[in-house]
Nanobody
Framework: QLQLVESGGGLVQPGGSLRLACKAS????????IAWFRQAPGKEREGVSC????????DYADSVKGRFTISRNNAGNTVYLQMNSLKPEDTGIYYC?????????????????????WGQGTQVTVSS
């Protein structure tokens, strides 16, 4: 069973940076696409970014383009989300999720479906 554990969240001032990590165990991530989601208090969960198994397909929500960068280290079984120029509206619980997908899979943030494996989430708070 694939297990995912997020880390790297915390409290940061507006304009600051955080790097989230999604560490997998139980299976190699070589065959999984990974997506990051977030959920702010009182709001629905939304997709933030995704990356396919090869790293050849990446997408971002419009709200984070140019500020967030997703990357993966398959050898380390870890996917990262580098978040720069953070804004208060980036506050929320960030989750990583995985789905089995061919290396040719094209991930598209507005259509992040069938992600079967989820981490427990990490809190990100952007506040002065």
């Amino acid at each position: 069973q694939l297990q995912l554990v997020e880390s790297g969240g915390g409290l940061v001032q507006p304009g600051g940076s955080l790097r989230l990590a999604c560490k997998a165990s139980g299976y190699t991530l070589d065959y999984f696409a990974i997506a990051w989601f977030r959920q702010a208090p009182g709001k629905e969960r939304e997709g933030v970014s995704c990356i396919n198994s090869s790293g050849g397909s990446i997408d971002y929500a419009d709200s984070v383009k140019g500020r967030f960068t997703i990357s993966r280290n398959n050898a380390g079984n870890t996917v990262y989300l580098q978040m720069n120029s953070l804004k208060p509206e980036d506050t929320g619980i960030y989750y990583c999720a995985a789905k089995v997908a061919l290396s040719a899979y094209v991930c598209y943030v507005p259509n992040l479906t069938d992600y079967d494996y989820w981490g427990q989430g990490t809190q990100v708070t952007v506040s002065s």
